[in-house]
């Protein structure tokens, strides 16, 4: 159980598109999801906590106009990479958990490789 | 506040021979402690978590690891590599109450020669 898909795991772009990145939670409903990003051989950083029905809350430092988050439904939340650049390269992890179950560890998606160019 | 220290960013071992992968934390509150394992260009496998219960605690793939809290220590091993745990090894924090957010180690890469 708690199975976390993510899609697509990789996309390439060019430089001024958008990119819409999904997460979705298979057999649970999830109220909280997480969006990460992580550079080249690099730990994760969290870039928002994604809530359903309301915005997002974003870390100190990630812009919310360039990374809009939506979370309409308790099993999806999707990361629009907006106008992106060359410097938005990389990947990206979103996770989520039961609720209930946060002692029990995140479930995170297999990633998207975005490559800007 | 929280926060975790991989004390390694890179951990060379035999096949065949022990690994340890050392992780301290500081924590506020009693927290929950897991390593994740990360493969090349892949997301993040659960491990092994700790959430106050036994401090010995035993993940997949045979590994474990032992919570002390005198030491704030959690340091991950396993009695004998293979070649397929070669990966990236992330140590986690989290308070032990409520939707938190996760606090990731800077990693340790395990490479394993034959």
């Known amino acids: 159980g708690a199975v976390v898909s993510q899609h697509p795991s990789w996309v390439i772009c060019k430089s001024g598109t958008s990119v819409k990145i999904e997460c979705r939670s298979l057999d649970f409903q999830a109220t909280t999801m997480f969006w990460y990003r992580q550079f080249p051989k690099q730990s994760l950083m969290l870039m928002a906590t994604s809530n359903e029905g309301s915005k997002a809350t974003y870390e100190q430092g990630v812009e919310k106009d360039k990374f809009l988050i939506n979370h309409a439904s308790l099993t999806l939340s999707t990361l629009t990479v907006t106008s992106a650049h060359p410097e938005d390269s990389s990947f990206y992890i979103c996770?989520?958990?039961?609720?209930?179950?946060?002692?029990?560890?995140?479930?995170f998606g297999s990633g998207t490789r975005l490559t800007v160019v | 506040a929280q926060s975790v220290t991989q004390l390694d960013s890179h951990v060379s071992v035999s096949e065949g021979t022990p690994v340890l992968l050392r992780c301290n934390y500081s924590?506020?509150?009693?927290?929950?402690l897991f390593w994740y394992v990360q493969h090349p260009n892949k997301g993040l496998q659960l491990l092994l978590k700790y959430t106050s219960a036994a401090t010995l605690v035993k993940g997949i793939n045979g590994f474990e690891a032992e919570f002390k809290k005198s030491e704030t220590s959690f340091h991950l091993t396993k009695p004998s590599a293979h070649m397929s745990d070669a990966a990236e090894y992330f140590c986690?924090?989290?308070?032990?109450?409520?939707?938190?957010?996760?606090?990731f180690g800077t990693g340790t890469r395990l490479l394993v020669s034959p």
């Open positions: 986690v924090v989290s308070p032990n109450t409520g939707f938190q957010k996760l606090v």
């Open positions: 996770s989520a958990t039961p609720p209930g179950r946060i002692n029990y560890g995140y479930t």
């Open positions: 924590s506020s509150y009693s927290p929950s």
